[in-house]
């Protein structure tokens, strides 16, 4: 049992370039989410998905898009990365919402991207 | 909107002694989850303790506990005999519950010296 697993966790990008942030959990969670962390402004939502197909946008989905075609992964695309991207990326996973008790949200280890 | 503010940016304690990180809200819901998360230098995202807002009992787990305070939208955490692991940042954390969204604050974050 890996719980969440995120990959890379560093990256450099140049502007402009695209490139995907993998985000897979083994524990047959449907709700999984994306959150960004910058320095001074804590984690923002970026995109979340309630099940397999089921994706929404959080609050700062500009530039990102994501996609869940199995229950078990949801990656988060850069298409074309700006230096406003640069910052911290956690993925989260629950089996129920958070709000059931004994219900958690798991967090991956984070990926730090930079780009230049 | 939500929004959760975490007004100390930073905080010190000494090892063995209390300290307690504020959070305050704003919201128009009535039932709502409130969170306190630990992220050490690792990044590993741990949560600490969860209050439910319709609970009128403070949430404690061994060390951690918060003092929740719904009229004035507050939900400070206090950290009893503080050891040099539970140096961190602190983010206190707010959902509804809907799809497992979290807001979160700007985070504490927090220096235990000998």
């Known amino acids: 049992n890996a719980g969440v697993t995120q990959t890379p966790k560093f990256q450099v990008l140049k502007t402009g370039q695209s490139m995907t942030l993998q985000c897979a959990q083994d524990?047959?969670?449907?709700?999984m989410s994306w959150y960004r962390q910058d320095p001074g402004m804590g984690l923002r939502l970026i995109h979340y998905?309630?099940?397999?197909?089921?994706?929404d946008q959080g609050e700062v989905p500009n530039g990102y898009n994501v996609s869940r075609s199995t229950t078990e992964d949801f990656p988060l695309r850069l298409l074309s990365a700006a230096p406003s991207q640069t910052s911290v990326y956690f993925c989260?996973?629950?089996?129920?919402?958070?709000?059931?008790?004994?219900?958690?949200?798991?967090f991956g280890q984070g990926t730090r991207l930079t780009v230049v | 909107a939500q929004t959760v503010t975490q007004s100390q940016p930073e905080m010190s304690v000494q090892e063995a002694e209390t300290v307690t990180l504020s959070c305050t809200y704003d919201?128009?819901?009535?039932?709502?989850?409130l969170f306190w998360y630990k992220q050490p230098p690792s990044r590993q995202m741990i949560l600490v303790i969860r209050?439910?807002?319709?609970?009128?009992q403070n949430a404690t787990e061994n060390r951690f506990s918060v003092n929740f305070q719904k009229a004035a939208k507050s939900f400070s955490l206090k950290i009893s005999d503080s050891q040099l692991g539970d140096a961190a940042m602190y983010f206190c954390?707010?959902?509804?519950?809907?799809?497992?969204?979290?807001?979160f604050g700007t985070g504490t974050r927090l220096q235990v010296t000998l």
């Open positions: 989260a996973s629950s089996y129920s919402e958070v709000r059931e008790m004994n219900t958690e949200a798991f």
């Open positions: 524990m047959n969670h449907e709700y």
């Open positions: 998905s309630v099940g397999a197909g089921i994706t």
């Open positions: 919201t128009s819901e009535s039932d709502y989850y």
């Open positions: 209050q439910e807002a319709y609970k009128q």
């Open positions: 954390a707010y959902t509804t519950g809907t799809a497992s969204k979290l807001t």
